[in-house]
């Protein structure tokens, strides 16, 4: 599977958009990017997934380059409960579509 | 609530020992997987199961087995257990295992292995 890389850490005003950025530039075309989150110590949380396509759902927006290189996630109104730890995963079929958790970005946001 | 429960919440238990911790998926899900977070490790896959065969492993020890029941519950059992087994342990389900959909996990076990 592809390895990510994301900024340790990240702060954001409450109510404003939190851009996630994700670099994944070892992606194969079967390969899928997906973002959790993870509250601490709570289960991991799903958000969203791509293949190629912008993707927009109640949570979040998902916005993958042309060259499927690197991604955005975009949280556009961001609120103290959005203070977790981000993870960028790219899955593919080869580890069952297991996740290959990374480090994450701790995203802080702040009133 | 994702939908998926795990039991116990918490266990304490000794060196030396062994242990069960359950998981029920969502309803409809048929693959399982199982997870361990460690302070200085993080978020490591272990096993999947997909309708009650195995799937795909991960950084599974040789002391933990797992199994996938007929009604889909799963098991993932710890023996001779080391401090060092000290971990978050979540399960997660999936609708299936032949497409990557998305997989909601469970509030996990923390064992602490004393």
């Known amino acids: 599977d592809a390895k990510t890389t994301q900024p340790t850490s990240m702060d954001c005003a409450e109510g404003r958009a939190a851009n996630l950025p994700c670099n994944h530039s070892t992606i194969s075309g079967n390969e899928y990017v997906y973002w959790y989150r993870q509250i601490h110590s709570q289960g991991p949380q799903y958000i969203i997934h791509?293949?190629?396509n912008n993707e927009t759902n109640e949570m979040a927006s998902l916005i993958i380059t042309e060259d499927r290189k690197s991604s955005t996630l975009i949280l556009p109104h961001a609120t103290l409960r959005d203070t977790a730890v981000y993870y960028c995963i790219v899955r593919g079929a080869n580890s069952g579509y297991a996740l290959n958790f990374g480090k994450g970005t701790s995203l802080l946001v702040t009133p | 609530d994702s939908g998926v429960t795990q039991t116990p919440k918490h266990l304490i238990t000794a060196t030396g020992q062994r242990v069960t911790l359950r998981c029920s998926p969502r309803s409809g899900d048929l693959s399982v997987y199982w997870y361990q977070q460690s302070l200085d490790q993080g978020l490591q896959f272990l096993i999947q199961y997909y309708n009650g065969e195995e799937r795909a492993k991960g950084n599974i020890l040789e002391r933990f087995s797992a199994q996938q029941f007929p009604d889909l519950h799963s098991e993932l059992n710890l023996s001779s257990l080391e401090l060092g087994d000290s971990a978050l342990y979540f399960c997660?389900?999936?609708?299936?295992?032949?497409?990557?959909?998305?997989?909601?996990f469970g509030p996990g076990t923390r064992l602490t292995v004393t």
């Open positions: 791509g293949l190629k």
């Open positions: 997660a389900s999936s609708a299936g295992g032949l497409y990557p959909y998305e997989q909601y």
